[in-house]
């Protein structure tokens, strides 16, 4: 998944960056909203910040800026299991899920 960072464009690099630098709750609270429960559960799955901070993004650009749970749960699942490590790997990998999600609807 590391083989991302040659094919971003500056707009992706700049929300890498971003991803990067802050909390996942200064994300949710940019969104408008405080999830502890989010945080609780990200926290036990032991993510990067950054691996973390794209999901949560992800699921609230694609979900009416809800957080779906059970969505974030499962990005964070499968990204644990392959071992995604930065934001630039998790963004590679949340564009390919969304491509081949995509095609299911």
Do not use: W
């Not at 991302?4 to 909203?33: P, V």
């Not at 799955?45 to 999901?55: E, K, S």
Request: aromatic residues 10%.
């Amino acid at each position: 998944m590391n083989d991302s960072k040659g094919i971003f464009n500056n707009k992706e690099r700049k929300l890498a960056r971003y991803l990067e630098t802050y909390t996942t709750e200064q994300i949710l609270n940019e969104a408008g909203m405080s999830s502890s429960a989010a945080l609780y559960e990200l926290k036990k799955i032991r993510l990067p910040r950054a691996v973390a901070n794209t999901i949560v993004y992800y699921v609230l650009a694609t979900n009416n800026q809800k957080l779906v749970m059970y969505k974030l749960l499962m990005l964070a699942g499968v990204c644990k299991k392959l071992g995604i490590q930065d934001a630039h790997a998790a963004l590679t990998f949340i564009k390919k899920y969304y491509v081949c999600h995509q095609h299911l609807h």
